[in-house]
């Protein structure tokens, strides 16, 4: 998978102040049991929520990726279930708590994705358990079309442009392995908070909580009789 060629330097990109966030949502909003991290790139978040007592399912599209998890899974002796998996796919276990951090729902295709991923996600909740997940603000989308970094340390370029799509950006990020280039295109896609109120009250979830942060909007859903 394209994801692969990211994992050595994906958490260089994670904001810290995020996964507070998230930590401090699910201690609000959660009791300990069972709960599964979606994209859950590395594991910061997945290995965090594993040392607070969660039984933690980590998964992710990227193998590489997952190898980090488990590595530093038993470095600490932490229990966590790692398996590839993708969101337009059924879940086929029930868990207290979802999470799917760091735009993981921005790089689904269009609305229509959003909707079955978010149908998967409801049906593997338990009753009155919570879903917790991002967006990018459009705002932050449409900034990023011109962007250029060059990495000294991990070998990479990086460019970002304006997709085809509304508050959709492409970015195209160029590696050195071994004397190689290998290239992976990523796309991502916003849109307004609105739409994706619609499709979880669609869905069947209500929306408990929203924190507004600066380049994004963490939602809390809960699944109601």
């Known amino acids: ?15 810290p102040d995020v996964y507070e966030e998230y930590l401090r ?11 599964l991290d979606i994209g859950c790139g590395t594991g910061t978040l997945s290995l965090e929520l594993a040392r607070s007592g969660f039984f933690v399912t980590a998964t992710d599209l990227s193998e590489e990726m997952l190898q980090f998890v488990d590595y530093r899974a038993k470095e600490e002796k932490l229990e966590i279930e790692i398996a590839v998996y993708d969101m337009l796919d059924p879940i086929p276990v029930k868990f207290d708590v979802i999470v799917a951090s760091m735009d993981v729902i921005n790089h689904l295709s269009d609305l229509e994705d959003v909707n079955f991923g ?32 060059d990495d000294e340390e991990f070998h990479f370029h990086w460019e970002s442009h304006k997709g085809e799509s509304l508050h959709s950006i492409i970015h195209s990020i160029k590696i050195e392995i071994e004397n190689q280039i290998e290239e992976v295109n990523i796309f991502e896609q916003t849109h307004d908070v609105s739409l994706y109120d619609e499709i979880l009250s669609k869905v069947g ?9 600066p380049e994004r909007t963490i939602f809390v859903a809960q699944k109601t009789e």
């Open 205 to 213: 979830f209500s929306v408990i909580e929203r924190v507004i942060m």
């Open 25 to 35: 949502l699910v201690d609000k909003y959660t009791s300990r049991g069972t709960l």
């Open 1 to 15: 998978m394209s994801y692969d060629l990211l994992a050595t330097f994906y958490d260089a990109f994670i904001d």
């Open 118 to 149: 978010f149908t998967n996600i409801f049906d593997a909740l338990e009753l009155n358990g919570v879903f917790i997940f991002d967006v990018l603000s459009a705002e932050y989308i449409d900034a990023l079309d011109g962007y250029v970094e």
